[in-house]
């Protein structure tokens, strides 16, 4: 069985793979100042009982993939692979500097060709990103805005009397009172933008594209979007990072 690691901004996610299949999931929050005694804690009380074989690790913040790695590889008795563009992907690049592409948004793109192509992938997590996929399976560029709980956090740090909220449903645009005047600006306000950002990337790939989200607020945004997403995927970057691993493993870069 394999582990694959997600390391964002808010949190680090854990998938077990057998094969294909992803048989179970973990989360702790990323900047937890036990976070080292808890991922312990979960390799050695919840991942012992699966034979694991190998592992891989991606991650946005710097240094806690090698920290990771150490656990890992300690605890398991592995050699666990650290995402990087030395790794075999199969991705086609058309962008200015590869090196800049988020290693979350490497594994992202990886799963497009589960699905026709051209594809919009958004993640929907501390920052909102759009992977762009051409025709031709190239990625192409992308996208990033603020992230939902970034906006809630932001206009409540820089102003006076605005209280910091959480994601929940709000049935009407026009708000009546400070919470939902808030909750309208930053979940509909969210929802319109990713609706308007689709529009422009179909009108520069000349063709309409599917769109692809994961992210934890994928399904609940969708919901006021003009046009859903087309397909839903919580797990897309545990499932890239699992399907590079097996791309370098069973056929090393440079094979």
């Not at 702790?28 to 979960?42: F, G, P, Q, R, Y």
């Not at 919009?120 to 759009?130: K, P, S, V």
Request: charged content about 25%; proline content about 3%.
């Amino acid at each position: 069985m394999i582990l694959a690691v997600d390391i964002g901004n808010s949190n680090v996610t854990f998938g077990i793979f057998d094969s294909d299949i992803i048989i179970e999931t973990n989360r702790l929050i990323t900047h937890s100042s036990n976070l080292d005694a808890e991922i312990k804690v979960l390799f050695k009380d919840y991942f012992q009982k699966y034979n694991i074989e190998g592992a891989i690790i991606s991650s946005v913040v710097k240094d806690l993939d090698k920290k990771i790695k150490v656990i890992a590889d300690n605890i398991f008795n592995i050699e666990s692979i650290v995402l990087d563009l030395t790794l075999k992907t199969d991705l086609k690049l058309k962008v200015d500097n590869p090196q800049q592409i988020g290693k979350d948004r490497l594994a992202n793109a990886v799963c497009h060709k589960k699905y026709p192509c051209p594809a919009i992938i958004i993640d929907i997590g501390t920052a909102t990103t759009f992977d762009i996929i051409d025709k031709d399976g190239y990625f192409t560029g992308g996208i990033i805005i603020p992230g939902v709980n970034m906006q809630f956090e932001a206009l409540n740090h820089y102003t006076s009397l605005l209280p910091k909220l959480s994601p929940k449903k709000i049935d009407h645009v026009i708000g009546k009172n400070t919470e939902d005047n808030i909750l309208s600006g930053v979940i509909r306000g969210h929802a319109c933008a990713i609706s308007g950002l689709v529009k422009e990337c179909e009108k520069e790939l000349g063709q309409r594209a599917v769109l692809i989200a994961t992210g934890g607020l994928s399904e609940f945004i969708t919901e006021y979007m003009e046009r859903p997403f087309d397909y839903i995927d919580k797990n897309l970057t545990l499932n890239g990072l699992n399907i590079i691993y097996k791309l370098n493993k069973l056929c090393p870069a440079g094979n």
